[in-house]
């Protein structure tokens, strides 16, 4: 039986939010920008940081900056400054590489190991993924990766994520943002992106 695209989708959202994540579908960056503003001040969060200069254009360029959160990009900042803005920021919002729908599954390619923290030190984690990007299986993901470790002029670092971080090592109870993010937020986006643009 052949999986048609909007059945890929589905299989992904329902994979993402049985994980406690939350999915929603978006036309552009400016409805991820929408939605991140939106989550700062529902949050009241005093400071985002975004993984990528193309992030930072396209999502916060036209906001004014009477907003009552600070966004700023990680490949501005010298590593003491990123490292100090770490402790504070309370959403990182990243691209996303590549996409499995059957698991949910989130896969992050970085040649620059501290990209990673932007994902797994704050509170909430958006990740921005290009429905190009979406494959259905771990299996068809396997050949995309092998291609993004021959292609890398460095060594680069590839994460999986599945869900926002959770442990029950402590009496048996589920207790979220013990290791990471307490919350993942999933944008599925229809515009393609490119990370480093």
Do not use: W
Request: hydrophobic content about 45%; proline content about 3%.
């Amino acid at each position: 039986m052949t999986t048609t695209e909007a059945d890929k989708i589905s299989r992904f959202n329902v994979e993402v939010t049985s994980v406690g994540g939350r999915f929603l579908r978006v036309p552009d960056l400016s409805t991820v920008g929408d939605y991140v503003t939106e989550l700062a001040l529902a949050s009241k969060a005093k400071q985002i940081i975004l993984c990528s200069d193309a992030l930072s254009s396209s999502l916060f360029l036209s906001y004014p900056t009477s907003q009552p959160f600070k966004a700023v990009v990680k490949g501005e900042l010298s590593d003491e400054q990123f490292f100090e803005t770490l402790k504070t920021a309370e959403i990182g919002v990243s691209a996303v590489d590549l996409a499995v729908a059957e698991t949910g599954t989130l896969i992050l390619a970085t040649e620059d190991e501290s990209d990673r923290l932007v994902t797994a030190l704050t509170q909430a984690h958006v990740a921005i993924v290009p429905r190009s990007r979406l494959v259905l299986s771990l299996e068809e993901a396997e050949s995309h990766i092998s291609k993004m470790l021959a292609d890398a002029k460095e060594g680069i670092c590839i994460s999986l994520v599945s869900a926002s971080s959770r442990t029950s090592d402590i009496g048996d109870m589920n207790i979220l943002g013990v290791h990471g993010p307490k919350e993942l937020h999933v944008l599925l986006l229809e515009q393609e992106f490119l990370k480093s643009a």
